[in-house]
């Protein structure tokens, strides 16, 4: 079936890759976005992380942990930057039929002057360091095939760790994705990675074919700074 226009190609026609003109406003946009996202979480533990125990609010862990971080990534945000972080967004470039429903997005930075033009973030749960099989299907069958992030050289992968310990989970991702993963020069007190990528760009698109990757492991139970000084129940 025939794809028609949706409301967003129909205003934005020009979709530019989100790094050019994110640089328009600084050229450090992905860390400065991504270190939005380490202080969002830095205050998700403190508010809450280590006020509760884990193991008893296991019930939609993923999706709450993202609708509880989503506003402190935002809150952490001047309100100058060219574009705002929401939680849920469609991706309709990549749809299929009209029928189908198109990807959706945990989290994205979207670009206020084009919204067409995201910068995703994708979150999984991982419930032991090894169990990072549907974390590395994400990157292989959505991210390096140009499904997600069409518009975007960058995206991101945040691993929610139950238990264990980082590293080990960061070999694992390695072995996975058969990739090798590098410290973030920017991050160095952050459990924070990236790896490089060749993207399958589909025929008659202009998408970026080289791709950068983040990795950010979000310990759910490690003693972190703001837990030093045990919070009981109220």
Not at 145 to 174: H, K, Q, W
Not at 224 to 232: D, I, K, L, Y
Request: proline letters at 7%; aromatic letters at 10%; glycine letters at 6%.
């Amino acid at each position: 079936m025939r794809r028609r226009l949706t409301i967003g190609e129909e205003r934005w026609p020009e979709t530019p890759e989100f790094s050019a003109v994110a640089a328009r406003w600084n050229r450090n946009a992905s860390t400065i976005m991504l270190g939005f996202v380490w202080r969002g979480y830095e205050r998700f533990c403190a508010d809450l992380l280590c006020k509760i125990d884990v193991a008893l609010a296991d019930e939609q862990l993923e999706r709450s942990i993202t609708q509880f971080l989503t506003p402190r990534i935002r809150g952490c945000m001047t309100s100058f930057e060219p574009f705002d972080i929401e939680q849920g967004v469609y991706e309709f470039e990549t749809r299929l039929a009209a029928s189908a429903q198109p990807p959706l997005y945990d989290l994205a930075f979207v670009l206020t002057s084009n919204p067409r033009i995201m910068w995703p973030l994708e979150a999984k749960v991982l419930r032991t360091e090894g169990g990072v099989g549907q974390y590395a299907k994400e990157v292989s069958e959505n991210f390096l095939t140009c499904r997600y992030a069409p518009f975007s050289a960058e995206g991101a992968m945040i691993g929610y760790l139950v238990a264990g310990d980082p590293v080990n989970v960061f070999a694992n991702i390695e072995m996975k994705v058969c990739c090798t993963l590098e410290h973030h020069p920017d991050f160095p007190n952050h459990n924070h990675k990236t790896s490089f990528h060749e993207r399958s760009v589909p025929a008659g698109k202009r998408y970026p074919a080289s791709f950068r990757c983040h990795h950010l492991i979000m310990p759910l139970k490690q003693q972190q700074p703001c837990c030093r000084e045990s919070v009981g129940r109220t």
